[in-house]
T-cell receptor, first 117, second 115 residues
């Protein structure tokens, strides 16, 4: 149980392209979804938190207009990297949790490796 | 500020040996603690969690961790390492910050298993 599917797993595109990444909870309703960025050999950095039907809450230093997050349903959240540039290349990971209890773990997708040429 | 510290960015053990990955946290309130494993080019998989109750928590793949409040620690152990345990391990603590739940990760420990 608690499977999170992230798609695509890898994207290579030209600078200036916008890229959409999908995160789906397959067997549970995700009250909250999270988007992380991970640089090589580093830990995960939280970018934003989204609740279904609400605007995402971004962490300090994360550009809202660059990283658009939509959480339209309890099973789907999308991250769109707009006008991507080489410095946006990274490993992006989503996670989802059911309920608001502190004891609820986050379940992670397999990540998307984004490479901007 | 809340923080998680994993001692040792890289741990190397022989196959069959004891695995010990260290994690210390700072918290002014009872913590909710998690260990995740990450294989190359993949997301994170939950190994185990501590919320309340028994301080020794058993997880998947033979791993366990013990919450020690007096030491503010949540070290991960496995009695006998297997080659398939080679991966990156993250300790994490869940806090409520300004009304929002946040999962704060340690910097990770890369576990290498020697044949």
């Amino acid at each position: 149980g608690a499977v999170v599917s992230q798609h695509p797993s890898r994207v290579i595109c030209k600078s200036g392209t916008s890229v959409k990444i999908e995160c789906r909870s397959l067997d549970f309703q995700a009250t909250t979804m999270f988007w992380y960025r991970q640089f090589p050999k580093q830990s995960l950095m939280l970018m934003a938190t989204s609740n279904e039907g609400s605007k995402a809450t971004y962490e300090q230093g994360v550009e809202k207009d660059k990283f658009l997050i939509n959480h339209a349903s309890l099973t789907l959240s999308t991250l769109t990297v707009t006008s991507a540039h080489p410095e946006d290349s990274s490993f992006y990971i989503c996670s989802a949790s059911f309920g608001t209890g502190l004891n609820q773990p986050q379940h992670f997708g397999d990540g998307t490796r984004l490479s901007i040429l | 500020a809340q923080s998680v510290t994993q001692l040792g960015s890289h741990v190397s053990v022989s196959e069959g040996a004891l695995v010990l990955l260290r994690c210390n946290y700072s918290s002014s309130v009872p913590p909710y603690l998690f260990w995740y494993v990450q294989y190359p080019n993949q997301g994170l998989q939950l190994l185990l969690k501590y919320t309340t109750g028994a301080t020794l928590v058993k997880g998947i793949n033979g791993f366990e961790a013990e919450f020690k409040k007096s030491e503010t620690s949540f070290h991960l152990t496995k009695p006998s390492a297997h080659m398939s345990d080679a991966a990156e391990y993250f300790c994490a603590v869940k806090y409520v910050i300004q009304g929002a739940q946040k999962l704060v990760f340690g910097q990770g420990t890369r576990l290498t298993i020697n044949p």
